[in-house]
Structures are given as structure tokens and as C-alpha cells.
């Protein structure tokens, strides 16, 4: 019998990575192929949200000072709710006093903390900033405006706004640095299209915080995105080591290693680096026990030729009617590589009709039914497959193979 390496590549949401798998069948004369198509490199997941590791949460830095009294409303007491942690009842008086009188700079303030407080970040953003024209305006602009302001902005993707007063917030003089305004600087840049001074911005939260999270998992990005996979995956393992409930980290470095063992080829060094992908896979479906994380394991096990772990991971998904194409598609592979024909076929059918633009189903479904002796179906498979690739020849050899037999 024949053996080939066979790839195929699966859609994660928007991620491909490409599949590799040993295979052999004999249908009476024939020997069914399967070939490597083109390989994809897989692009990392969308950014994680902003996170706060370390010293970012600055409540009590943040919180505004008091003031006794303004021209037309006392602020003390929306002031002694806030630092009570009374977000709400803060806020809607600091909104009563700044409504009476919109010159109050302090009541807009109070107001923008409490709401940021409760991660109200639009409604802060708009009351932070408020308070930061009239401070200008006075002459008066208050530090924690601004980084309260600055994160405000970042966490509704306002990054044009956002990216002045990180940078003004990260270079005040004699101030010490803090990793959460470089983390944001580096998200803000990194989200506006600066690679390079976002890698900057990271470091410099890392010096400062060594165990800043989000900015490992973003510097990790990076270098995944520059094919620096090595630096990736140390990264990597250290912002899941920071923040073990980092599901997007864990993501990227489930792909990470599944590249840098799809380059090593066969031998120890790729074995080790499937064994770190399903780790990190096994930690992610911890975190989020979802039909996403579940393909993702289920795909990263096909990858170290794990079958039947496979079938485990991705049969109780493939079970709901609303299943994903690639997750059937998936557990189609992960039944042929056991010979187990039938439930191959059934399930790469549901694939092919969730997902009718992915050749490597028709490929994986044409194969199903060759190896079955259902030849006439198995041309048919073949013949979408080849309409969707039309430069992929296997595609044309095997319908020259089972053409003779189909009936």
C-alpha cells in the first residue's frame, strides 16, 4: 500500500492551519491518493481585549481628588460615594451637579470614574472628556483625567484619540513608568497600524511589569505574525504562566507550535512541539469548553495523529444540528484515519453541505466513498473538489482512477 502525508487545512473562525496525517486504502485496482495542497500560514486570533495585570488597576491613584464645593453643587458627597465604591449612585449625583451647572469641572470628573468604575466606557469617555476641556480651559489639567481619559478611548477602539494622551500619559517627566499606560500605548499602536513602536511600548511595560500579561501576549503576536515563531512560542508560554485564564494566548500558542512542528517534519523536535499544542489546546478547552475550542483540540490532535482523542474531543459538538462545517469536516478525518468508513461518510456529507466551498471536504468525502467502493459518488465528490481547485491535479488524478469503476 501507499503512504502519503496528506494536509489539509481547517477553518478555525477566520483561522487556517494546515493538517498533517498518514493515510493508506485500497479499493480493488485502485489506491486512493491524497496530496498536500498549498500550505496556509495560520493568522493569529483577534486581539485580545485590553487585560490589566500587575499594577493596572490604579483605583486610588485614579480617583479624583475632592472639592468642597462648586458654583452651584457641592461635590463632597458624590465624591465620598465613589470612594465607597457606590459607582452608580456617584455617578448620578455627579451628573445632577454637572447638569446644573455644565462648568463643573469635578462633577464631570466624578462622573467619568464612576462610570469607568462600572465599564461604562463610552459614557466615561464623554464625561472624562468634558472634565478635561474645562480643567484645560482653567489651566488646571489633572494627570488622572487623562489616563483615565487615555484608557477610556482604548477600550472603545477610539484609538486616534486615544494614542496623544497615552504617549503624553507614558513620557511625563520624573514620573515612574507605568506598565498599564504602555500596554495601552503599545494596543493603541499596535491597533493603528505602528508594529514597531507598539514592540517598543510592550517592552516597556514588560521591563516595568514582567508579568504583564496582555503585553506578552501581544509582543508573542508579533513575532508569530513576523514568522519569529521560536520568540513566539517563549512569549507565549510566558503570558499564559502570567495569566493562566488567558484563552486568546492560549489560542495563538496552541498555533504557534503547531507551525513550528509542521516545520520541523517528522522526528522528536516536532513530536515535543505537538505534545506543547495539545497542552496548550487542553488548557483552552478548560477555559472555554466550546465547539471553537473544541475544533481547535480536536485539529491540533489530528495533527499528532491522536485519532481516537480526537473523536473525543470533537463528537458531542458534532452532535448538535448546528455544528460548524469544519467541525464535521474535522470529525470526518478523524473517523477515516480510524477506518471507520461509514461515520466518515456520513459526517463529511453534513460537512460538504454546511461548507460547499472547502475542496479538502470533497477531497476527504471523495476519498470516503472510494475506499467504501462507492465509485460513482466518489467521482462526483471528486469532480466538485476539482471544480473548487481546478490547479490542484490530484484532484484530476483521482477522477481518472475511479472514473473506470463508477457506474
Known amino acids: 500500500m501507499k503512504r502519503r502525508h496528506f494536509r489539509t487545512a481547517a477553518l478555525i473562525g477566520l483561522l487556517l492551519v494546515v493538517l498533517t496525517a498518514n493515510a493508506s486504502a485500497q479499493s480493488g485496482a485502485t489506491r486512493p491518493r491524497r496530496v498536500s495542497p498549498a500550505t496556509i500560514s495560520a493568522p493569529p486570533p483577534s486581539p485580545a481585549p485590553p487585560r490589566t495585570t500587575g499594577n493596572a488597576q490604579r483605583t486610588s491613584d485614579q480617583t479624583p481628588a475632592p472639592v468642597a464645593a462648586s458654583a452651584s453643587g457641592d461635590t463632597t458627597h458624590a465624591y465620598a460615594l465613589l470612594q465607597q465604591n457606590q459607582n452608580e449612585a456617584a455617578a448620578r449625583e455627579a451628573k445632577q451637579i454637572a447638569a446644573a451647572n455644565p462648568t463643573n469641572a469635578e462633577a464631570w470628573k466624578i462622573a467619568g470614574f464612576a462610570e469607568f468604575n462600572l465599564k461604562q466606557y463610552a459614557a466615561a469617555a464623554g464625561d472624562l472628556q468634558s472634565a478635561l476641556d474645562l480643567q484645560r480651559k482653567a489651566g488646571a489639567e489633572d494627570a488622572n483625567t487623562v489616563d483615565a481619559l487615555a484608557q477610556s478611548l482604548a477600550r472603545t477602539e477610539q484609538f486616534a484619540r486615544a494614542l496623544p494622551l497615552l504617549v503624553a500619559a507614558t513620557t511625563r517627566a520624573g514620573a515612574p513608568p507605568d506598565a498599564t499606560m504602555l500596554y495601552y500605548r503599545g494596543l493603541v499602536e499596535f491597533r493603528t497600524g505602528k508594529p514597531a513602536d507598539a514592540e517598543r511600548s510592550f517592552n516597556a511595560a514588560i521591563k516595568a511589569d514582567p508579568k504583564n500579561s496582555a503585553a506578552l501576549f501581544?509582543?508573542?503576536?508579533?513575532?508569530?505574525?513576523?514568522?519569529?515563531?521560536?520568540?513566539?512560542?517563549?512569549?507565549?508560554?510566558?503570558?499564559?504562566?502570567?495569566?493562566?485564564?488567558?484563552?486568546?494566548?492560549?489560542t495563538l500558542l496552541t498555533y504557534a507550535y503547531l507551525r513550528r512542528a509542521g516545520a520541523a517534519g517528522a522526528g522528536p523536535k516536532a513530536d515535543a512541539d505537538y505534545l506543547g499544542a495539545i497542552r496548550a489546546s487542553d488548557a483552552l478547552l478548560r477555559l472555554r469548553n466550546d465547539e471553537a475550542a473544541a475544533r481547535l483540540s480536536g485539529q491540533t490532535l489530528i495533527s499528532a495523529q491522536q485519532f481516537p482523542r480526537a473523536i473525543i474531543a470533537l463528537e458531542r459538538f458534532a452532535l448538535d444540528p448546528k455544528a460548524q462545517g469544519q467541525t464535521l469536516y474535522l470529525l470526518g478525518v478523524a473517523y477515516s484515519r480510524t477506518k471507520n468508513f461509514p461515520k466518515a461518510v456520513a459526517t463529511l456529507e453534513r460537512a460538504a453541505q454546511k461548507t460547499t466551498d472547502d475542496a479538502n471536504i470533497y477531497r476527504e468525502l471523495g476519498y470516503a466513498y472510494e475506499v467504501s467502493k462507492l465509485y460513482a459518488k466518489a467521482l462526483a465528490a471528486y469532480q466538485k473538489g476539482a471544480a473548487l481547485a481546478p490547479d490542484d491535479t490530484d484532484f484530476q488524478e483521482s477522477i481518472a482512477r475511479v472514473k473506470p469503476f463508477a457506474k
Open 218 to 250: 501581544y509582543l508573542g503576536r508579533i513575532s508569530y505574525e513576523r514568522s519569529d515563531t521560536d520568540m513566539a512560542v517563549t512569549l507565549l508560554n510566558r503570558a499564559t504562566t502570567a495569566d493562566p485564564r488567558f484563552a486568546e494566548a492560549w
